[in-house]
């Protein structure tokens, strides 16, 4: 890696999760938590969210709330939602939303016979649907590409992976580096602007094509960096 | 990785490389006559791809010839040129290219002030135009995140990525990672099905971006397999 920018102080900042009761969002909680960070798990259900929060108290300080509590106790917000609730939850949450950094981290996917595949996304992906949502807040995608079974997973020490991260604002793709690069094994790294995040949401149909045909979890590391 | 099926012999076969006169076919031409593969360039003008293949004559049996004598040479064809010409060479070609494992190696990709990004295709992505175009081919997509600069250095020994090979035919993509497997360092892997191509292809604007970011060569590691 060429010369980092020094890390931004993430221990002062509450990290907030909605749709946090996924496996995807109770595993980035976990991990989080077990660095030290403030974490709120947001769901629609509050009582959900609490007992989610519940499970992962052997990581770390994590907390539950409704996904509007959840997105106000936030400094930084992920949205990890199924993509069919995605925009409408977005939309409620606008003035929750505003000012603050908000990481996108869903997958539009369908299934069928055949697998997995990318979706279509008018605005060309799930990120730039929620910059378009939110225009006042810091959209950013990332963390598309992690394994859940290995996020969830406590015996795991390290998840060795990088994390691309997508945005148009510098400061703000920077921060959520940072916040990957708690994770042991983890690295943030940018990854592109808003308009490329299309491939890096869809790539995730691939791995999961290879995690069929080579019973793996499969991540993604970038050489040479 | 899981067992492997015995790799496919790739020493009978031809590999011919059409628009092998840019830095990405001259340099996966380079690696596969360095592994010592028979490897025929292709080009619209045959002189110019036998100046190209006279360039290449340190790393092994490389020659020269018009693009439509090349795809009637090679057993393996990769199709190598820009997403500008794809179309219309792949369609002049439909003959020769009957009853072949066809490797499509382009990104369909545009670039403007603000970098690089993936372009729109109607057919999904570039691999499956070629599939549509070539109805009596064998079409997989695969080299499409491979660094051209890495490829063409001979004093670079090894190449640290892995090749995702997109394709329908389970013979096929495995021909084509065995070829991916002969250069040093580099490993075929299945990506998925053909549908998936698309963000693979775009994946590339997002290495660019990186490339410029880290001063880097990226490529791409799939961990876990």
């Known amino acids: 890696m060429t010369d980092p920018a020094p890390e931004p102080d993430l221990s002062s900042l509450t990290i907030a999760v909605l749709g946090g009761t996924g496996p995807q969002g109770r595993g980035l909680a976990r991990r989080f938590a077990a660095a030290g960070l403030d974490v709120v798990l947001g769901s629609r259900d509050a ?9 992962l108290a052997d990581a770390g300080r994590v907390r539950g709330a409704s996904n509007a509590d959840a997105a106000t106790a936030g400094d930084i917000v992920l949205v990890v939602v199924p993509w069919d609730g ?43 649907q929620a910059a378009a949502l939110l225009p006042e807040s810091r959209v950013v995608g990332a963390f598309h590409n992690v394994s859940a079974v290995l996020l969830e997973d406590p015996t795991v020490e390290r998840i060795e992976t990088d994390v691309l991260v997508l945005g148009d604002d510098r400061a703000a793709t ?43 979890h499969a991540g993604v590391r970038v050489t040479d960096v």
Chains 1, 2 share one sequence.
């Open 47 to 55: 009582q959900r969210a609490q007992d989610a929060a519940a499970g």
């Open 86 to 128: 995605h925009a409408e939850l977005l939309e409620s949450l606008r003035d929750e939303l505003a000012g603050k950094v908000v990481v996108d981290c869903v997958n539009p996917l369908g299934f069928d016979k055949q697998g997995p595949y990318a979706l279509r996304v008018k605005e060309g992906s799930a990120t730039e």
């Open 174 to 216: 920077d921060l959520v580096q940072s916040l990957a690069d708690v994770v042991p094994g983890m690295r943030g790294m940018y990854g592109g602007r808003l308009r490329n995040a299309h491939q890096v949401e869809a790539l995730t149909a691939n791995l999961i094509a290879i995690n069929r045909r080579y019973k793996a």
